[in-house]
């Protein structure tokens, strides 16, 4: 089976950062696009930022020039640096994987279990 594992969440005062990590784990043969997702209350899960293979990246709008994500293939880890946070990034944030599995043909998406993030003074 197949595991991502997020850490890093909290609450924070406006202005400040947090750093997220998620490590994925088992039986992997390879990840393609990492990313978070997040969703705060009474919305829909919306798209934070993706990081393929080679380290190209896309970022939501309402978070470019804060957030900052990032992976380490050899840990099979992704990052999501946020910086200069607001009260309107609150919301619980998801890991997500595009991976393929030993044994598997084809890649399947992967999601982790979600860690909040609070942003408020």
């Known amino acids: 089976q197949v595991q991502l594992v997020e850490s890093g969440g909290g609450l924070v005062q406006p202005g400040g950062s947090l750093r997220l990590s998620c490590a994925a784990s088992?039986?992997?043969?390879?990840?393609?696009?990492m990313g978070w997702y997040r969703q705060a209350p009474g919305k829909q899960r919306e798209m934070v930022a993706l990081?393929?293979?080679?380290?190209?990246?896309n970022y939501a709008d309402s978070v470019k020039g804060r957030f900052t994500i990032s992976r380490d293939n050899a840990k099979n880890t992704v990052y999501l640096q946020m910086n200069s946070l607001k009260p309107e990034d609150t919301a619980v944030y998801y890991c997500n994987a595009v991976l393929l599995k030993y044994g598997d043909y084809f890649s399947h998406e992967y999601w982790g279990q979600g860690t909040q993030v609070t942003v408020s003074s």
């Open positions: 088992g039986s992997i043969f390879s990840i393609n696009t």
């Open positions: 990081i393929r293979p080679g380290g190209n990246t």
